[in-house]
C-alpha cells in the first residue's frame, strides 16, 4: 500500500506572487552525491520522475505552515512549498530539515530571514532578542510605535514576530480590545488598528494562524473596524453576524470541512474589505496572506470533490421535480460558486475537477435548470455552462450530439442555450452576449478534436446545422419576410447584429456546411434586407456578411449572388447614402474594389450588366470606372480569340496559366532550361512563330473601331432605363439630373483629407498615381486587353504595363 504520510504537492511561486502546482508525488530525504549533501527529493507518483531535488543548505530559512506546510526559497526570486497529506509526514521531513541544520524540530521556523544592512547587523549583535512593552493599556501608544519602527527592516520585523509568537501576545491585545470597546476608548482603539495592521504586514504564518483561529478571527475583525482615518467606525462584524449567512444547502458532516470554509469566507473578506488597499511597499508584505487563502481553496475543493455521498445528495436535489425554487436556486448558488473556487486549482486538478463533475452528471442537470422559469437560477447556471465550455469543449459537444439521439430538437441543451440568447430581455443583451461567445467557441473548428477513428468537426457541424441552425436563425428569417425589417427597435436590432456575427464567423471556418445552408435557405437574400434598416450597425452587419462570402471567392456562392440578383440591396443602399463620406459608402465601395483587384470575372460582368447605369457617374473613386474596362477586356477576349495566344508569347515575373489546359505547350514549357534564357526574354512557341506585328494587332485596331461605334450609342440610351435590366416591381430607381448631380458634386464637396474627391483619396483627380480615363483605358488596351495569362495587381502602374510590349507594337498602338 502506498505510503501516504510522504504524499505530497510540490508548489512554485510565480511572477504574479500566486502558486503553481509542479506535481503530486512522494518525498523523501538523503544524500545526494552531486549536491555534496542532505537532500529533498519527489518523484512523481504516475511515472517516478523526479519532480524536485534540494539541497537542504545550512543558510536557508525554512517555514512550516498549518501543519502540513513547508516553504522555503532557494533563489531570490524562487520560491517553493511541499503540501503534505498527512501531518505526520510533515513532521517527519521537518525533523530531518532541523536536524541538517541543528535546530529545535519545535521552531516553525529555522533562520532567522537576514537581509538587514551592516550597520544593522552591527547593533543586533548584542540585542539578541526583542523586548515587548507589558501588553496594558496605557502602553498601547509605545506598542504601535514599536511595531511601525521595525517594519522597515526585515531583521527586526523577524525578531518581533518572534516575541508575538513566543508570548501569546496577540490574545492578550485583544483582550484589552474588549476593555477599549467596554470603555469606549476611542484612542486605545485607533492605537490597536495600528498594532493589527502592522502585524498582518510581518507577513507571518504562524501569526495568521493565531489571528484567523474561531476564538480570535472576529476580535481582529473587530479592532480594524476603527481606523483613525474614518470618521466612524466600520460595523464589520454586524455584518458578518447579522447579514451574511452560511447556508448548507446540502448538510456537511466533515467539521473540520465546515470550519475550513467559514475561516476562509472571513480572511477572504478581510482582505478584500476590510484591510486598505495596500500600497506598492506594502503589497509584497502580505504574499503570505493571500497564499493562506489560496491553500485553503485548494483544500475545500479537495475536500468535497472526495465527498461523494455530498455530491450525490447534491445533484439528486438538482434535478428533482419536487425541490422547491428556493432551495434550487440556493444549490445552483453553491454549485456556481464550487466552480469559481476550481479557478484556483491548477491545470491537472481542475481537470479531476470537471471529470468529477461529469460523471456525477452535471450536464443533464444543467439542461434542467435552464428548462426552468426562474431568471435567476437559469443566469447561475449560465455562467456554470460557461465554466465547462472554457475548460473543454469537447465534453460539451459529446454530451449534445449523444442526447440528440434521445430528445427532440427542442430540448437539447444548445438549443436552450440559443433560445435563452435569442429571449433576454436585457435592454443591452448582456447575457446574449455571453451566450453567443459560448456558442461560437463550440462551433469553432480550432478547439475541435480529429482522432484516426473520427472527426469531431465532422460530427458536430453535422448535428448543429441539422439540428440547430434553425434555431439560430428563425429570428432573422421571421424579421425578414418583406422588403424591410418587419422589427426594427434597437433591441432587435442587437439581437440581430448577435446573429450575424456568429453567420459570419461560420461562413470564414465551416465551409460547405455553412454554404449549404446559405444557398438552401436562401439566407442572403433575408440578411440583405437589413441593409434597409435604420441602424447603421446592423445594416453594415449585413453587409460584412455579403463581404465575408465574396472574400471567399468561391463560384457556388457567386453564382447564387447573380442568379437571385443580390448586388440590388447593396447598389440601392448606396444609392440611398448619396453623397454622405461614411462608413456604409466606404464599406460598399471596398467591396466592389475587392471584385475588380482580385478580377472575379463572373461578378464583374454581373455588376457591369445590370447596374452600370447607377453607378457610372461616381467619379470620386475610379472603383467602377474601373470595373467597367475588366468587363470589356472579357468582352473582348471573348470576341477576339486571336488575343488570348498572346498569353503565350511574353513571360516575365506574373506570368500565370490556367491549371486546366496544360497540353502540349506547357510540356514544351516545363522542359524548356531556364538557365538558357535571360531575364524576361519571351518564349516564342512554333505555333506561333509565323505571325507578325500586323496579325497581333489587327485585332487592337478593330476593337477602337467598335468601341467608339458603343461609346456614340449609349449616349442615346435613356436615363430612366430600370437599374437591373429586367421588369423588377420592387427596386425602381429615378436618375433625375438632381440624383447625378449630388453623386457627381463629392468631388468637389469637400477637401478633407481623405474625403472622396481629395487630394489625398486614391483614384481622386489629383492624387498620386492617378491616371486620366484616356490614358487609363489606351494602357488596358494594349497591354492587359488579350492577356488573359497575366496577373493584375492594382498598385502596378501602366505605363510599367506598357514597357513589356516590343517598341513596334508600342508604336503601332499610339499611332492608332
Known sequence: MTDTRRRVKVYTLNEDRQWDDRGTGHVSSGYVERLKGMS?????ESDGSLLLESKINPNTAYQKQQDTLIVWSEAENYDLALSFQEKAGCDEIWEKICQVQGKDPSVDITQDLVDESEEERFDDMSSPGLELPSCELSRLEEIAELVASSLPSPLRREKLALALENEGYIKKLLEIFHVCEDLENIEGLHHLYEIIKGIFLLNRTALFEVMFSEECIMDVIGCLEYDPSLSLSRKHREFLTKTAKFKEVIPISDPELKQKIHQ???VQYIQDMVLPTPSVFEENMLSTLHSFIFFNKVEIVGMLQEDEKFLTELFA???DEATDEEKRQ???NFLKEFCAFSQTLQPQNRDAFFKTLSNMGILPALEVILGMDDA????????IFSYLVEYNPSMVREFVMQEAQQNDDDILLINLIIEHMICDTDPELGGAVQLMGLLRTLVDPENMLATANKTEKTEFLGFFYKHCMHVLTAPLLANTTEEKPSKDDFQTAQLLALILELLTFCVEHHTYHIKNYI??????????????????FLALCALRFKRKIIGLKDEFYNRYIMKSFLFEPVVKAFLNNGSRYNLMNSAIIEMFEFIRVEDIKSLTAHVIENYWKALEDVDYVQTFKGLKLRYEQQRER????KLDSMRSILRNHRYRRDARTLEDEEEMWFNTDEDDLEDGEAVVLPSDKSKNDEDIMDPISKFMERKKFKESEEKEVLLKTNLSGRQSPSFKLSFSSGTKANLTSQSSATNLPGSPGSPGSPGSPGSPGSVSKSTSQMAAITTKGGLVGLVDYPDDDDEDDEESLPLSQKAKVESS
Open 40 to 44: 529533498l527529493l519527489v518523484r512523481a
Open 264 to 266: 476562509t469566507y472571513r
Open 317 to 319: 436535489q438538482l434535478t
Open 330 to 332: 440556493e444549490l445552483v
Open 376 to 383: 435567476q437560477v437559469r443566469s447561475a447556471a449560465t455562467d
Open 519 to 536: 444557398i438552401n435557405k436562401d439566407i442572403l437574400r433575408r440578411v440583405l434586407v437589413l441593409m434597409a434598416s435604420k441602424h447603421a
Open 638 to 641: 471573348q470576341d477576339n480569340p
